[in-house]
């Protein structure tokens, strides 16, 4: 998806939409969680840290948005019965839901393959690829109920073009690529659902302090909130 750089959403572009934000209690994801909240949207805050979502939900009702909802998950340990409970709360609390943005990640260790933890990896494919899938294919009927719904998962340059010791997290995001595209064309006019990737790019976060601890952080973008386009 192209961006238009000067794209500026409308205040009310979210009104009555209800936006789940994965990984939605740091970084990236708190970022998106407030700017949808901002625009209009009940967001439901989902991560695995209850204290930075409680602290997420408290800057969204501090800020005069919509009551967030909170729903603790880990991808690590998720099962599929899990994801499944979790779209028939959503399916009795909300009725529906009109986004999802894929963006809990998990970076590994950067390290050459041959030393790669075999566990590690598997690890950082449950979070980054396996969890979302299955946690997808659980809310599409939630999904199919709205107007029309986006879902939007998070993926990294090092997604379209592999670079040296990034070891799962580069492959998990070529499958992130790979899954959208299988996705998108499934649902392609035949469905109320757009599936799309986007890339964030370099944004000062933890991830990326751990991923480049030699650069300085003024190369990045500092995002206090952060529209990803999910309408618009
Ligand atoms: P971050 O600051 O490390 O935040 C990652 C988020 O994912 C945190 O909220 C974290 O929860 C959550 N998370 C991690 N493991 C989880 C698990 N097992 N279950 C549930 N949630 C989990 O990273 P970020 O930089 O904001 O990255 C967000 C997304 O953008 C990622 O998909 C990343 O690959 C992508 N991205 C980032 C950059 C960049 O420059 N920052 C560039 C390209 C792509 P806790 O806070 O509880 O640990």
């Given at each position: 998806?192209?961006?238009?750089?000067?794209?500026?959403?409308a205040?009310?572009?979210?009104?009555?939409?209800?936006?789940?934000?994965?990984g939605?209690?740091?970084?990236?994801?708190?970022?998106?969680?407030?700017?949808?909240?901002?625009?209009?949207?009940?967001?439901?805050?989902?991560?695995?840290?209850?204290?930075?979502?409680?602290?997420?939900?408290?800057?969204?009702?501090?800020?005069?948005?919509?009551?967030?909802?909170?729903?603790?998950?880990?991808?690590?340990?998720?099962?599929?019965?899990?994801?499944?409970?979790?779209?028939?709360?959503?399916?009795?609390?909300?009725?529906?839901?009109?986004?999802?943005?894929?963006?809990?990640?998990l970076?590994?260790?950067?390290?050459?393959f041959?030393?790669?933890?075999?566990?590690?990896?598997?690890?950082?494919?449950?979070?980054?690829?396996?969890?979302?899938?299955?946690?997808?294919q659980?809310?599409?009927?939630?999904?199919?109920?709205?107007?029309?719904?986006?879902?939007?998962?998070?993926?990294?340059?090092?997604?379209?073009?592999?670079?040296?010791?990034?070891?799962?997290?580069?492959?998990?995001?070529?499958?992130?690529?790979?899954?959208?595209?299988?996705?998108?064309d499934?649902?392609?006019?035949?469905?109320?659902?757009?599936?799309?990737?986007?890339?964030?790019?370099?944004?000062?976060?933890?991830?990326r302090?751990?991923?480049?601890?030699?650069?300085?952080?003024?190369?990045?973008?500092?995002?206090?909130?952060?529209?990803?386009?999910?309408?618009?």
């Open positions: 998806m192209s961006c238009k750089i000067d794209y500026q959403p205040p009310n572009l979210l009104e009555n939409r209800v936006v789940l934000v994965t939605a209690g740091d970084g990236i994801g708190r970022a998106a969680a407030l700017s949808y909240a901002n625009h209009g949207a009940t967001v439901i805050l989902l991560g695995r840290t209850i204290a930075k979502l409680e602290r997420v939900y408290d800057e969204i009702e501090a800020a005069g948005g919509p009551q967030p909802a909170i729903f603790p998950l880990n991808f690590e340990g998720a099962t599929l019965k899990d994801f499944h409970d979790m779209a028939e709360t959503l399916d009795k609390e909300f009725g529906r839901l009109d986004g999802l943005l894929h963006n809990a990640g970076l590994g260790r950067i390290t050459p041959e030393q790669y933890n075999p566990e590690l990896w598997q690890q950082v494919m449950q979070v980054n690829i396996n969890g979302p899938i299955w946690m997808t659980a809310l599409l009927p939630l999904l199919q109920a709205s107007e029309d719904a986006s879902i939007i998962f998070t993926s990294s340059s090092v997604g379209r073009k592999g670079r040296a010791y990034w070891g799962a997290y580069s492959v998990s995001k070529f499958a992130t690529e790979g899954f959208v595209d299988v996705l998108a499934e649902l392609d006019n035949q469905s109320n659902i757009r599936v799309n990737s986007l890339n964030p790019g370099a944004t000062r976060t933890q991830m302090r751990t991923a480049f601890p030699g650069k300085t952080p003024l190369r990045c973008v500092h995002r206090k909130t952060l529209c990803l386009p999910i309408y618009g």
